[in-house]
Nanobody
Framework: QLQLVESGGGLVQPGGSLRLSCVASGFPFDFDRYVIGWFRQAPGKGREGVSCITSKNRSDFGDSAKGRFTISRDNAKNTAYLQMNNLEPEDTAVYYC????????????????????WGKGTLVTVSA
């Protein structure tokens, strides 16, 4: 069983930056085989795909994240990151990471196909 724990959320002013982390644990697993996805859910809204990264470091971004967010992973640390820059109040949401072995070398940010494991989320609030 794979466990995921997100961290790095908090309160930030518009235009600011945050880096979210997603640490995986459990036994046994090969973190580098997993696709990692980041999703978010704002109050009163549905879940939205933000970004994803494959085992071969191919990535994809949702429209709201393009040009502002980057995604990366450190397989040696079983950790994935979401760097968020130029944050806007509309980015306020609970951010979740998810992981799964999809069998594909590409990923689509909006899709949660085969992402079987989910963290509990970290809250990001963008406000002046």
């Amino acid at each position: 069983q794979l466990q995921l724990v997100e961290s790095g959320g908090g309160l930030v002013q518009p235009g600011g930056s945050l880096r979210l982390s997603c640490v995986a644990s459990g036994f046994p697993f090969d973190f580098d085989r997993y696709v990692i996805g980041w999703f978010r859910q704002a109050p009163g809204k549905g879940r939205e795909g933000v970004s994803c990264i494959t085992s071969k470091n191919r990535s994809d971004f949702g429209d709201s994240a393009k040009g502002r967010f980057t995604i990366s992973r450190d397989n040696a640390k079983n950790t994935a990151y979401l760097q968020m820059n130029n944050l806007e109040p509309e980015d306020t949401a609970v951010y979740y990471c998810a992981a799964g072995i999809t069998g594909f070398d590409v990923c689509v940010a909006e899709h949660d196909y085969a992402l079987d494991y989910w963290g509990k989320g970290t809250l990001v609030t963008v406000s002046a």
